[in-house]
């Protein structure tokens, strides 16, 4: 959904996967990232991973961060991508004390891009926003959105439909939602019900991240 909606906002999509499929056991080494620059928007997304793993990859991914930053390259960071622009511009990322995985409603300063939820969250660490950011997003468990410069990270996952779904149950999900005592089918059922106001949503929050935070 997330490609969907920036394609509806003109711009071409580029892929760049870090961790193959084939690497996922293995996932310490590092890797070359792509010039930043030679991108209009950059879009770190999620990992299984998180940032204080501190796998090769990761201190490559960060400076990429780094360096579109000091470029001005817009950069819109979900979940783990939103951790990792967090901890690479001066913020933390620590375990959460109450991991959110599911539908969840999320607080929003600046309602004009972050749209009322629910959105769906898969995270165990959560963040703090990194010096001359502003925090836009929140619930009880964690900070969910923030902007600094061109750039807005997020905890939650807006571009979660049925296929993404069963893409990471078919991973490590299912033993992640036993230890949480959650049910797999309860999840597919309310990822279902949310899908056609979620999308609407996603194309809203692109479409104001791309107006109001990359364009401004």
């Given at each position: 959904m997330l490609g969907d909606a920036f394609t509806e906002c003109g711009y071409d999509v580029a892929t760049f996967e870090v961790v193959s499929a084939a690497q996922a056991g293995d996932p310490a080494f590092d890797a070359t990232m792509p010039d930043p620059t030679a991108y209009d928007v950059?879009?770190?997304?999620?990992?299984?991973w998180g940032v204080n793993d501190g796998f090769g990859w990761m201190d490559s991914e960060a400076a990429m961060v780094r360096?579109?930053?000091?470029?001005?390259?817009?950069?819109?960071?979900?979940?783990?991508?939103g951790q990792l622009i967090a901890h690479a511009l001066g913020g933390s990322v620590t375990r959460s004390p109450a991991p959110e995985?599911?539908?969840f409603d999320v607080d929003a300063s600046r309602t004009e891009l972050v749209p009322g939820g629910p959105w769906f969250e898969w995270h165990f660490?959560?963040?703090?926003?990194?010096?001359?950011?502003?925090?836009?997003?929140?619930?009880?468990?964690?900070?969910q959105?923030?902007?600094?410069?061109?750039?807005?990270?997020?905890?939650?996952?807006?571009?979660?439909?049925e296929g993404l779904l069963e893409m990471w149950l078919a991973?490590?999900?299912?033993?992640?939602?036993?230890?949480?005592?959650?049910?797999?089918?309860?999840l597919r059922t309310a990822t279902r019900a949310e899908l056609e106001s979620a999308t609407k949503r996603v194309h809203a929050l692109v479409r104001a991240f791309v107006d109001g935070v990359a364009q401004a």
């Open positions: 950059v879009v770190p997304l999620g990992s299984r360096d579109a930053h000091a470029a001005g390259i817009p950069m819109l960071g979900v979940c783990f991508g995985v599911g539908w660490d959560r963040f703090t926003v990194p010096p001359g950011a502003v925090e836009i997003a929140r619930n009880a468990n964690a900070s959105a923030f902007v600094v410069g061109a750039t807005m990270g997020l905890q939650f996952h807006p571009e979660v439909d991973g490590t999900g299912i033993d992640e939602l036993a230890a949480l005592g959650l049910d797999a089918d309860r």
